[in-house]
């Protein structure tokens, strides 16, 4: 095996150049692809357990008598929800633990098609990785342990006597079935949507993910729906160093110092401790011998829902809580992700303006060579591993760091403050609808002939006078972000579009406001809950 392996190598390195021809001295030989485009490394792969195998058959306690609705999926199961009385789907107000679904009520403006004659011409997708585990060092695999620990020294009654016989079954960190299936999905979907733009020569474009094994194989998915199985063929996937103290604009936080989540777990809590009363109170009512039962474990036991409907497929967690305790289990990471990478956070734009900043470079055709932000120029400066000129760019990150990046682009429409003490229930910031497993931003350019009336109901007068113009056009988890809503440079638009110049202009506005430097390496001072609204440090 190793020799054989050895004489590939010697037959690659002899494509390469093997000295620089004024020396004798033998320089980099290119024996082997570069380790950014060799996806069997396994290096920086994070953690990688691997959960027990679905049981769904034995395990679904559903259909419950009376419902007859069979959901086309495994998951999404029938699951009595007290208080439901709308029918509507817990499974769709897990924030970003929710498996995918389109935003459901869109984001102030409605969806407006291409005007004739007007041409998609660019797009620039990221997204998040699909459905998993719960990561390594997550709080559910805390609760996981301390019941396996627990074991027989307690009774549980009633709703809770399924803890009797209930074990920790799930892996950690990596793809779970349901998440390998959303972004084949969501590949087949761009494949419908944008497949015009992989170049008809048949070129390779470059797509780039991180090291991480979920980065990596939700990439791999998403290519194979795209381009099926044969993508390899198609696309050469670049994977970034994830890791800290590495530039990686697809994990932003691993390269800014002062990245914190204490003050937003924080205002989860006590959060938790409004709209958990009555669920944590049931909870330890139907326990009985040697179990110490938390507030957090209460809240972690809605996190445990989630995990063990994406990773068996049906959770005896989900139906403890009434639909108004999914909503609060929402909100609090509506909370939490706002405090912690959103507009309520000093690290907000900080740590999403290197990806924005390099969204920008491909829109104007150039590349980045002087350091800035946590990009990693050794990649950005040549058009190898940053093409200038692709028409189709693919990226893929994760919660957090899309969610800092909308916040570094100055999307205030997504500024709200939360308070801990009740859901406003006319926010924006809903985390199931901007961030849900496999999310995804896709940012178009539209060339029109013309410029394309601001009222799009017009259709008499669709073109004005003048010349050609170009138009970005945000679309986040398949709804349009308005931009004119957040940078006024972009006007009111019916369609949400913003003139390319002008967005451009909004955006060098964006790129100082970050204050990168500042937020991620200053010595300010942390401010509590609510203090923050701008995603950057108060000023002094
Ligand atoms: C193929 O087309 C792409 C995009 O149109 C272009 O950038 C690239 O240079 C072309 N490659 C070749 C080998 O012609
Ligand atoms: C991928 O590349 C192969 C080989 O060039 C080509 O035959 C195929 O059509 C491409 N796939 C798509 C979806 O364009
Ligand atoms: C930049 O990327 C290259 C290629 O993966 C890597 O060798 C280097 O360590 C990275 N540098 C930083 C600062 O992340
Ligand atoms: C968060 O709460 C803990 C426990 O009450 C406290 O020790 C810690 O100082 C708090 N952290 C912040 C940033 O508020
Ligand atoms: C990584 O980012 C830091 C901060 O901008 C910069 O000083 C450093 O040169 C960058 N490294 C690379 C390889 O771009
Ligand atoms: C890109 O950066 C690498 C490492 O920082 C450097 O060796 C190389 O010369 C640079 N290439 C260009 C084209 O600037
Ligand atoms: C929601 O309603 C409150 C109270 O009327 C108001 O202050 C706030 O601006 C509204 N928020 C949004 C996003 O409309
Ligand atoms: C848009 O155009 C339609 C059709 O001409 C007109 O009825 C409507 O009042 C216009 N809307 C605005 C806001 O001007
Ligand atoms: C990062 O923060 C730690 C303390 O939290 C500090 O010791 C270190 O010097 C900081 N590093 C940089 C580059 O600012």
Not at 163 to 168: G, S, V
Request: aromatic share 12%; with cysteine; proline share 6%.
């Amino acid at each position: 095996m190793l020799w054989a392996l050895q004489v590939l190598l010697h037959l690659l390195s002899s494509f390469g150049p093997s000295t620089d021809g004024t020396s004798n001295t033998p320089t980099h030989t290119s024996s082997k692809i570069p380790d950014y485009f060799d996806t069997t490394l396994g290096w920086f792969a994070g953690p990688t357990q691997t959960g027990e195998a679905p049981y769904l058959a034995q395990t679904n306690v559903a259909p419950f008598a009376g419902v007859s609705y069979i959901p086309n999926a495994p998951l999404e199961t029938q699951v009595p929800i007290a208080g439901n009385a709308h029918n509507q789907n817990i499974f769709q107000r897990l924030a970003n633990l929710s498996p995918y679904f389109p935003s459901p009520r869109g984001f102030g403006v409605e969806e407006y098609p291409v005007p004739p004659g007007s041409h998609v011409q660019w797009v620039n997708m990221v997204s998040r990785h699909g459905s998993r585990y719960p990561e390594m060092n997550g709080r559910e695999r805390k609760l996981g342990q301390k019941l396996t620990e627990a074991k027989g020294k307690f009774k549980a009654h009633g709703a809770l006597a399924f803890l009797n016989d209930w074990r920790f079954m799930l892996g950690a960190e990596i793809l779970v079935p349901i998440g390998k299936q959303e972004l084949f999905n969501s590949g087949t979907l761009h494949y419908y949507q944008y497949g015009h733009l992989y170049p008809n020569n048949g070129s390779k474009i470059i797509a780039r993910t991180t090291t991480q094994k979920r980065m990596r194989e939700s990439a791999e998915y998403f290519l194979a729906g795209f381009f099926g199985l044969g993508w390899t063929q198609n696309a050469t996937l670049e994977m970034v160093i994830e890791e800290d103290g590495f530039n990686n604009t697809m994990a932003g936080y691993k390269a800014c110092n002062r990245s914190n989540w204490d003050v937003a777990y924080n205002a989860t809590v006590e959060w938790a401790s409004v709209y958990l009363v009555d669920a944590h109170s049931r909870i330890k009512g139907m326990i009985s011998g040697d179990l110490e039962w938390t507030l957090e474990d209460t809240y972690n036991s809605q996190a445990l829902c989630a995990y063990e409907t994406v990773a068996l497929g049906f959770s005896h967690w989900c139906g403890l809580f009434t639909y108004e305790e999914w909503e609060g289990f929402e909100y609090s990471l509506d909370i939490g992700f706002s405090a912690g990478v959103g507009f309520q956070s000093p690290v907000g734009r900080a740590t999403g303006i290197g990806y924005v900043a390099e969204v920008l470079a491909r829109m104007q055709h150039h590349l980045i060579t002087t350091p800035e932000f946590q990009i990693n120029t050794t990649l950005t400066n040549n058009t190898i591993t940053f093409p200038t000129h692709q028409a189709l760019n693919l990226d893929f990150s994760h919660d957090s760091n899309i969610i800092a990046i909308l916040t570094a682009y100055g999307l205030t429409q997504f500024a709200d403050s939360l308070p801990l003490t009740h859901i406003p229930t006319n926010r924006s910031f809903i985390l199931s609808h901007l961030e849900p497993f496999a999310g995804r931003l896709d940012i178009e350019i539209i060339s029109t002939p013309a410029p394309v009336n601001s009222n799009r109901t017009d259709l008499e007068n669709i073109y004005l006078e003048g010349k050609e113009t170009k138009y970005v056009h945000f679309v986040l988890n398949q709804r349009t972000v308005p931009l004119g809503r957040s940078l006024e440079e972009c006007g009111e638009r019916d369609d949400g579009w913003c003139e390319l110049g002008m967005f451009l202009r909004a955006q060098e506005r964006q790129l100082q406001l970050a204050d990168w430097e500042y937020a991620c390496f200053g010595d300010w001072e942390p401010s509590g809950y609510g203090s923050v609204g701008d995603g950057r440090p108060n000023p002094k």
